[in-house]
């Protein structure tokens, strides 16, 4: 009985791998957040986050391809997070450079190549508003462009019953002698999400500007 369970779980953590219907020229390319909870809180903090890159080679030949970290510099790799909206969320790209002539490797038939990085390196930060987000990643090759299917991501706001404890952290310096609708707050709290408690570090703007959260870090479960 143990083998079978070893092997649900060795399928379900290479789900996301298997063949989909967005597949096409023999490639399949897969994105998927690393270090990242899911759902999120509004304004988490996502830069130290990570996401891995997956391309396949589904066809019967090797092939060559432009190793991700280059692909990515160069505008081959395009890594986006879609807002609620279906806008694109704002970043501060990478530099980007030319492409090389020796910037291919081979990836042999049924072969998966990885490649993972931080959202920092895209220029995200943070996720604000609340809603889903979608993770989207492309890559050109010779034989066209290979898309992923997009991760979806939910950004959340907790409700009043979900925010088990929550202690103030006093205000020092001058903007401690300010006018209390003219100081932000900041504040330690612990948070049920589904169902795991996480203590969160939260900045929120002064009640002048609308007291909304501008910052929230995860601390630890």
Request: charged fraction near 25%.
């Amino acid at each position: 009985m143990s083998a079978i369970w070893i092997l649900v779980a060795v399928v379900h953590a290479n789900a996301w791998l298997f063949p989909a219907p967005i597949d096409k020229d023999g490639w399949g390319l897969r994105i998927q957040p690393l270090r990242l909870c899911n759902p999120l809180l509004a304004q988490e903090t996502i830069g130290r986050g990570g996401f891995v890159v997956a391309l396949t080679n589904r066809s019967d030949a090797e092939r060559e391809y432009i190793p991700f970290d280059v692909a990515l510099r160069c505008r081959d790799l395009v890594v986006t997070i879609m807002q609620p909206d279906g806008a694109p969320k704002m970043k501060l790209g990478p530099q980007y450079k030319a492409k090389l002539l020796g910037d291919r490797s081979p990836v042999r038939s049924w072969q998966t190549k990885t490649g993972e990085f931080d959202f920092d390196h895209l220029g995200y930060g943070s996720i604000s508003t609340p809603g889903v987000y979608e993770l989207r990643a492309s890559l050109k090759t010779d034989e066209g462009l290979a898309v992923a299917p997009a991760f979806k991501l939910r950004v959340i706001e907790p409700a009043a019953d979900a925010i088990l404890l929550s202690r103030p952290i006093p205000l020092e310096g001058y903007e401690a002698k300010w006018p209390k609708e003219k100081q932000e707050r900041a504040v330690i709290q612990q948070i049920q999400i589904g169902n795991q408690t996480w203590l969160f570090y939260r900045q929120f703007l002064s009640p002048e500007k609308g007291g909304q959260v501008i910052k929230s870090f995860r601390i630890a479960e």
